[in-house]
């Protein structure tokens, strides 16, 4: 499957964008689209997960509270909705795919990601 990552910009402080992560693939019940970020000199971090079947969710305690993560099977596109950002929020945003034959549970590691897609870029001013 190929991924899309879109919706990246420019916002002050306290604002809000809306990320989404259009597969051109299948994605099936028992996958994750996991939202990882990337900020200058930086290690890219986990930031969001979301299981396909039941849309149950996992966030990184920095955006707990501020970001939720959706997804839209007809349209086979997950979203990032992310309010109250903040600077330190500024990175290149990446979604990626967890694939199992099976439920799993939720790992914030990228190891378990596949299908990165290109990043984009979300740059919050103060």
């Known amino acids: 499957v190929q991924l899309q990552a879109s919706g990246g910009g420019l916002v002050q402080a306290g604002g809000s964008l809306r990320l989404g992560c259009a597969a051109s693939g299948n994605i099936y019940s028992n996958d994750h689209i996991g939202w990882f970020r990337q900020a200058p000199g930086q290690e890219r971090e986990f930031v969001a997960a979301?299981?396909?079947?039941?849309?149950?969710?996992r966030y990184a305690d920095s955006v707990k509270g501020r970001f939720a993560v959706s997804r839209d099977n007809a349209k086979n596109t997950a979203y990032l909705q992310m309010n109250g950002l903040r600077p330190e929020d500024t990175a290149v945003y990446y979604c990626?795919?967890?694939?199992?034959?099976?439920?799993?549970?939720?790992?914030?590691?990228?190891?378990?990601?596949?299908?990165w897609g290109p990043g984009t870029l979300v740059t919050v001013s103060s």
């Open positions: 979301i299981k396909w079947r039941n849309r149950d969710t």
């Open positions: 990626a795919i967890r694939r199992s034959p099976n439920a799993t549970p939720f790992s914030s590691s990228e190891y378990y990601f596949g299908d």
